[in-house]
């Protein structure tokens, strides 16, 4: 059933509402291979993932498993390692994992 637009007795679509974006700095989207690297009970973790956008202060990666929100790891390429981060989401996705990566001390130009 369609909203009728009382003025021309057409159907009109209904408003969409968008969300303000609150975010405090600018996403850049980017295709990036790298390395999720942490300690579990003193064993050691690295696992792929792929990084879709970066931020002043933050990273969005999509990977195959979880991990768990709190956990801090170390974020790696092939050719450097990129620094610390603090995962502060993970949220599933498909068969994947959206990872939001708090990281203060990388830059864009690392990437």
Same mark, same amino acid.
Do not use: D
């Given at each position: 059933m369609g909203l009728v637009n009382s003025g021309t007795g057409q159907a $009109?679509?209904?408003a969409v509402?968008? +969300?303000p974006n609150r975010r405090l700095h600018e996403r850049i989207p980017i295709? +990036? %291979?790298v390395y999720l690297c942490w300690q579990d009970r003193q064993v050691? %973790?690295?696992q792929a993932g792929r990084a879709i956008n970066i931020s002043k202060f933050g990273m969005l990666v999509e990977a195959d +498993?979880?991990?768990q929100p709190?956990?801090?790891i170390t974020v790696q390429t092939n050719?450097?390692?990129l620094g610390s981060a603090c995962v502060r989401h993970c949220?599933? $996705?498909g068969l994947k994992y959206k990872i939001g990566l708090h990281m203060p001390d990388r830059t864009a130009r690392d990437l």
């Open positions: $009109s679509a209904p509402e968008t +969300r295709n +990036r %291979q050691n %973790q690295v +498993r979880p991990i709190g956990t801090t050719s450097t390692t949220t599933p $996705s």
